[in-house]
């Protein structure tokens, strides 16, 4: 029997333990008791909308225990109350922090106008906005992006569960009104599934009780969990295969983390419409005060060998702020590994690119989506966006841009590719696959003719920016079938095959240029190291293997169904000398 919902926690970063590694374990140690399952009610149905005016005499701001959170403790001084030398009170600022894990107290506070400000995950907000849309004064106003998730977050599954696609008419254990809602939408979304094909017990906690995800993946009747890091490690014995002991699940293993799924979960800040009306330059300050001290946060880590004494006492503050001890300096670093700020141009790709595959009104729709499938919002509310100028922002408060740089190492993603090849083992790792076909003897592969196949490349590439995508040709068998049948020798057979994988891999080579191109030509940004070329030949036919050789089609269909090429999604996660983390 559910529970009524009341206030849970939505941070995902409360876990970091880093140094107290076992006491993690230990935690998840007496998690085997029957979880708490609860209802998802939606949050007009727990919260009223009594509507205070906003407090403007000192603002306070909402943080949660996230990397992306450092960033504003360093703008404000490493201070809970701004500091008149801080990026802030250089900017006339004046705000007192706060940390609030419960983001429904968050929503609470900010409806009364204690703070006009919601600190969140895109899914978070938009899970709130069907209450907040509701009157004018209090509609959500996205304003700015903080980071996305890198690696905090992971999908644990139990052996039955071998891909994405695995999940239809599985139960899956997920946190009530958390980040991983924005998680499970997605990850669904790509399998071509809806939560109207799976069993979700939803759970009131995110980790370290008996009512949290990780805990509920130990009964019988639970086949997937949407979890923090370390408790997917403990999970998994240490992030490779379950053994069932030390708290760990027999046979359980990370499906994918967001180190490989980078571009699902967006942390965001909001603020109410009608602060936003009255105060816009102030507003507007804000967000340039927190892309200044981004800048400053990226140039610290960097250098800090030389600015040492700066460094620790950021650690120092941001630990005392978001772990309430100022000597959890390695669960703060844990925190900043695990955020990939997204900066001035990632805001601006966020906010104002239409051809940006992961821009604000695309993941509202996605997300919206998904909560009305769970039933958690009853009509779709697609966020506001704030008009700031991010570039002139950036100009003023002096903020550079990060450079982007290749994410894999081609040379060995090809190796690994090859030896996976050889091994007929090209399916490991796999996440989601497709295929796209093509006529006899077709060498090109005009844009025109593949644009719903490109699109939703381009989409999984962006999404999935730790993930390799192979593009892999495949040749139809009938030459060599005719052949072997005619008694040709080993040596012409040879011959044939060679031919068959020549033409698939520059088939393959072909459709990921075009590929590119039609990226470059929609103005969209792919990192071409993602994509790995596998030339098949006819090894890989879709009418199947009969003893050792091709099986031969029968209709035009089947002959048809073998000229393909086929995309497939791959977690590399495990070989670290393939990915370069974010």
Same mark, same amino acid.
């Given at each position: 029997?559910?529970?009524?919902?009341?206030?849970?926690?939505? +941070?995902?970063?409360?876990?970091?333990?880093?140094?107290?590694?076992?006491?993690?374990?230990?935690?998840?140690?007496?998690?085997?008791?029957?979880?708490?399952?609860?209802?998802?009610?939606?949050?007009?149905?727990?919260?009223?909308?009594?509507?205070?005016?906003?407090?403007?005499?000192?603002?306070?701001?909402?943080?949660?225990?996230?990397?992306?959170?450092?960033?504003?403790?360093?703008?404000?001084? #490493?201070?809970?109350?701004?500091?008149?030398? +801080?990026?802030?009170?250089?900017?006339?600022?004046?705000?007192?922090?706060?940390?609030?894990?419960?983001?429904?107290?968050?929503?609470?506070?900010?409806?009364?106008?204690?703070?006009?400000?919601?600190?969140?995950?895109?899914?978070?907000?938009?899970?709130?906005?069907?209450?907040?849309?509701?009157?004018?004064?209090?509609?959500?106003?996205?304003?700015?992006?903080?980071?996305?998730?890198?690696?905090?977050?992971?999908?644990?599954?139990?052996?039955?569960?071998?891909?994405?696609?695995?999940?239809?008419?599985?139960?899956?254990?997920?946190?009530?009104?958390?980040?991983?809602?924005?998680?499970?939408?997605?990850?669904?979304?790509?399998?071509?599934?809806?939560?109207?094909?799976?069993?979700?017990?939803?759970?009131?906690?995110?980790?370290?009780?008996?009512?949290?995800?990780?805990?509920?993946?130990?009964?019988?009747?639970?086949?997937?969990?949407?979890?923090?890091?370390?408790?997917?490690?403990?999970?998994?014995?240490?992030?490779?295969?379950?053994?069932?002991?030390?708290?760990?699940? #027999?046979?359980?293993?990370?499906?994918?983390?967001?180190?490989?799924?980078?571009?699902?979960?967006?942390?965001?800040?909001?603020?109410?419409?009608?602060?936003?009306? #009255?105060?816009?330059?102030?507003?507007?300050?804000?967000?340039?005060?927190?892309?200044?001290?981004?800048?400053?946060?990226?140039?610290?880590?960097?250098?800090?060998? +030389?600015?040492?004494?700066?460094?620790?006492?950021?650690?120092?503050?941001?630990?005392?702020?978001?772990?309430?001890?100022?000597?959890?300096?390695?669960?703060?670093?844990?925190?900043?590994?695990?955020?990939?700020?997204?900066?001035?141009?990632?805001?601006?790709?966020?906010?104002?690119?239409?051809?940006?595959?992961?821009?604000?009104?695309?993941?509202?729709?996605?997300?919206?989506?998904?909560?009305?499938?769970?039933?958690?919002?009853?009509?779709?509310?697609?966020?506001?966006?704030?008009?700031?100028?991010?570039?002139?922002?950036?100009?003023?408060?002096?903020?550079?841009?990060?450079?982007?740089?290749?994410?894999?190492?081609?040379?060995?993603?090809?190796?690994?590719?090859?030896?996976?090849?050889?091994?007929?083992?090209?399916?490991?790792?796999?996440?989601?696959?497709?295929?796209?076909?093509?006529?006899?003897?077709?060498?090109?592969?005009?844009?025109?003719?593949?644009?719903?196949?490109?699109?939703?490349?381009?989409?999984?590439?962006?999404?999935?920016?730790?993930?390799?995508?192979?593009?892999?040709?495949?040749?139809?068998?009938?030459?060599?079938?005719?052949?072997?049948?005619?008694?040709?020798?080993?040596?012409?057979?040879?011959?044939?095959?060679?031919?068959?994988?020549?033409?698939?891999?520059?088939?393959?080579?072909?459709?990921?240029?075009?590929?590119?191109?039609?990226?470059?030509?929609?103005?969209?940004?792919?990192?071409?190291?993602?994509?790995?070329?596998?030339?098949?030949?006819?090894?890989?036919?879709?009418?199947?293997?009969?003893?050792?050789?091709?099986?031969?089609?029968?209709?035009?269909?089947?002959?048809?169904? #073998?000229?393909?090429?086929?995309?497939?999604?791959?977690?590399?996660?495990?070989?670290?000398?393939?990915?370069?983390?974010?």
């Amino acid at each position: 029997m559910a529970n009524h919902p009341t206030f849970y926690s939505s +941070s995902r970063a409360r876990w970091w333990c880093l140094p107290m590694i076992l006491w993690c374990f230990a935690a998840l140690g007496t998690a085997q008791a029957e979880p708490q399952y609860i209802d998802y009610e939606p949050l007009d149905q727990v919260l009223s909308l009594n509507i205070g005016e906003v407090n403007t005499r000192n603002l306070k701001v909402p943080m949660i225990t996230w990397g992306g959170d450092i960033a504003t403790v360093l703008a404000n001084g #490493n201070q809970l109350r701004t500091t008149p030398d +801080s990026i802030f009170g250089r900017k006339g600022l004046d705000y007192t922090l706060y940390r609030e894990d419960i983001f429904t107290r968050q929503v609470k506070s900010y409806i009364s106008g204690e703070t006009p400000y919601l600190r969140g995950t895109v899914g978070m907000v938009s899970a709130a906005a069907e209450l907040l849309n509701r009157d004018p004064r209090t509609a959500p106003v996205v304003i700015y992006q903080m980071t996305w998730s890198a690696g905090g977050d992971a999908l644990v599954v139990k052996p039955s569960i071998r891909s994405a696609a695995d999940l239809r008419g599985k139960t899956i254990a997920l946190q009530a009104y958390g980040p991983h809602v924005d998680y499970a939408v997605r990850i669904l979304k790509d399998a071509g599934l809806s939560f109207s094909d799976v069993n979700i017990r939803w759970l009131p906690d995110l980790t370290g009780t008996d009512n949290s995800p990780a805990a509920a993946l130990h009964q019988s009747d639970v086949d997937a969990a949407f979890v923090i890091i370390p408790d997917a490690l403990a999970l998994t014995s240490g992030g490779a295969v379950g053994t069932g002991s030390e708290d760990s699940v #027999n046979g359980a293993r990370i499906l994918l983390s967001t180190r490989t799924a980078n571009k699902v979960i967006a942390d965001v800040y909001a603020v109410r419409k009608d602060f936003y009306d #009255n105060h816009r330059e102030q507003v507007a300050v804000f967000v340039e005060g927190l892309l200044e001290a981004e800048t400053a946060l990226r140039e610290l880590t960097a250098d800090r060998a +030389s600015q040492a004494r700066t460094y620790d006492r950021l650690l120092s503050a941001a630990a005392e702020a978001l772990f309430d001890s100022e000597h959890a300096t390695a669960d703060v670093e844990g925190l900043y590994g695990d955020a990939q700020f997204v900066g001035v141009v990632g805001n601006q790709r966020f906010f104002t690119d239409a051809n940006y595959p992961r821009r604000l009104d695309a993941l509202s729709r996605e997300i919206n989506t998904g909560l009305r499938q769970a039933g958690i919002i009853q009509h779709s509310v697609i966020l506001t966006k704030a008009g700031l100028d991010y570039g002139r922002l950036a100009n003023s408060g002096g903020i550079t841009a990060e450079a982007s740089r290749p994410r894999f190492n081609e040379n060995q993603v090809a190796q690994l590719m090859s030896q996976r090849q050889q091994q007929q083992n090209l399916q490991e790792g796999e996440l989601f696959s497709f295929e796209v076909f093509f006529a006899p003897n077709q060498r090109s592969f005009a844009q025109e003719h593949y644009q719903d196949a490109f699109s939703r490349v381009v989409e999984l590439a962006n999404t999935y920016g730790g993930a390799i995508i192979t593009v892999e040709g495949n040749s139809d068998p009938m030459e060599y079938l005719r052949a072997n049948k005619a008694g040709q020798p080993p040596v012409v057979l040879g011959r044939i095959k060679q031919s068959a994988r020549n033409l698939s891999l520059s088939r393959a080579q072909e459709v990921r240029d075009s590929l590119i191109r039609y990226a470059s030509a929609e103005q969209i940004s792919l990192d071409p190291s993602q994509f790995a070329v596998v030339g098949n030949g006819i090894a890989n036919p879709k009418t199947g293997i009969c003893g050792h050789e091709p099986c031969a089609p029968t209709t035009e269909q089947e002959w048809r169904s #073998n000229m393909r090429v086929e995309f497939r999604v791959i977690q590399v996660e495990a070989e670290s000398n393939v990915f370069t983390p974010l």
